[in-house]
């Protein structure tokens, strides 16, 4: 795949206000549904203790990942996501947290090449 491809397919996820578990569980599923970006050093960057108050992923909206859920993933809390990158690839990441999770837009920005999209998730009725 060359650079330009995979940079134009890549988006940038940050996850905050929720527990580390809950973060965990978030980027792992999108770990399922997409590869690791190349900044991302080969997988996200999460610390389990309760001192971390954001926690990063980059994916690569254009690459299939290990295993997509195939069911709701439950979550303690609601999880705040900011979600960064091309209008294709945020929309790819969106669309796959909405397989999985109850998802609320919280703010949109547009910039001249890329879009940031705030989201709210919770579990979805039925989350195992």
Known sequence: MD???SLTSQVQVVLSDCSGDDAERVLGALHGFFAAGSGDGGGSR???SEKSTAWTGVFDTQSSGSSA???PVRLS???TVELQGTCPAVKAAREALEKVFGVQE???VSGDQEVEVGLRLESLDGAA
């Open 3 to 5: 650079t330009q491809h």
């Open 46 to 48: 999460t610390d389990r």
């Open 69 to 71: 859920p195939d069911s």
């Open 77 to 79: 809390g609601p999880v």
């Open 106 to 108: 919280t703010g949109h």
